[in-house]
Each structure stands twice: as C-alpha cells, then as structure tokens.
C-alpha cells in the first residue's frame, strides 16, 4: 500500500460526496470520498492507495485530476507483472502494472515519468482509538 502525507486545503461537500484537495509541498492531489470527512481544511492526513491503481506515462495527462512526476528508482520486471519503484518528494510510490504496458513505455532507471492516479482510489488513513 502507497503512503503520502500531506494537507488538506480545501473541502468541497454535498450531501453524500466530498471532493478534497491534498498539499504535497508544491502538488495538489484531488481526493474524492463517499461521505463529508471528519478532517477540516489545514489538517494533516495520511493518504494510502494501491499499487495496483497507479499508472504510468511519459507524458503528463491533462485529462485526469493526479499526476505528478517522478523518478523511476527500481523496476522489478515480472513474468505477467512488473513492479516500479518511483522516487517522489522523498517517499517511494510501487506501481504494479503488465510488464507488456511497461515494457511498451521503453522506461529506464532514473528516468523520469508522471505517475497517475484517480480520486476515487485514494483513501484518507484513519487511526481506530478503542479500548
């Protein structure tokens, strides 16, 4: 599971859905959630998302609310799957994506590509206090 910290900015609510802007020093990520979060503009949270649910491009996609760049750090190539490890502000981000779609990209270590992921896959890390 990735983890990102970052900030909250802004909330934009309806009854049932919550759309969020998240702050990662210099890059906004959308957030969307099926509820109105308990966290208000300038809390700090912990986003998580699967491996699975990252994509990969050379070229930013302007079509989509999260991508951001960042450098390929390792790449474990697999017979039907392939891992990627990518440098991103300091954190690593795993993409588990067909080896045939990465070997396509024609990536390299230390390259740098635009990392994609929709708001409806990103979810809030909340801590359960209970005795």
Same mark, same amino acid.
């Given at each position: ?7 909250i900015?802004? $909330?934009?609510s ?7 802007e998240i *702050?990662i020093?210099?890059?906004i ?5 099926l ?6 503009? *300038?809390?700090d ?9 990252v994509?990969l491009?050379?070229?930013p996609l ?6 951001c760049?960042?450098r390929i750090?390792k790449?474990?190539?697999g017979?039907?799957?392939?891992c990627?490890?990518?440098l991103?502000?300091?954190?690593q $981000? ?6 045939a ?8 270590l ?8 929709n ?5 809030l890390?909340?801590?359960h206090? *209970?005795?």
């Open positions: 599971m990735n983890k990102l910290k970052g900030q900015l802004t $909330i934009q309806t009854q049932h859905l919550s759309l969020l *702050g020093e210099d890059d990520l959308h957030l969307l959630l509820e109105k979060p308990i966290e208000s503009v *300038g809390s949270v912990v986003l998580v998302f699967k491996e699975s649910e994509m491009s050379k070229e302007i079509s989509t609310a999260n991508t760049k960042a750090h790449i474990e190539y017979e039907i799957l392939t990627v490890t990518l991103y502000k300091d954190e $981000i795993a993409a588990l994506i067909p080896t779609s990465f070997e396509s990209l024609n990536c390299k230390n390259e740098e590509v635009y990392w994609i992921i708001p409806s896959e990103i979810s890390r909340r801590e206090r *209970g005795k």
